[in-house]
């Protein structure tokens, strides 16, 4: 799974920004950048970043592969 083209994906499909998105989880753009980056990121956060995208976690996980 890559969150980081799961997440360029939905926001593309929202016609939403990054730093909406960073808004929407209460967090700075850099931080969510970094978030982003990392490879394996928990279910935690693949969760709150489908919920500010108003997804489920499956479906923004399914963007990616």
Do not use: F, R, Y
């Not at 279910?43 to 479906?59: D, H, R, V």
């Amino acid at each position: 799974m890559n969150l980081k083209k799961s997440v360029k994906i939905a926001l593309a499909k929202k016609e939403i920004k990054h730093g909406v998105l960073a808004e929407k989880m209460g967090m700075k753009v850099n931080t969510l950048s970094g978030i982003l980056s990392k490879n394996n990121p928990s279910s935690n956060t693949i969760g709150k970043i489908a919920e500010a995208l108003e997804m489920s976690a499956s479906e923004l996980i399914a963007l990616g592969e």
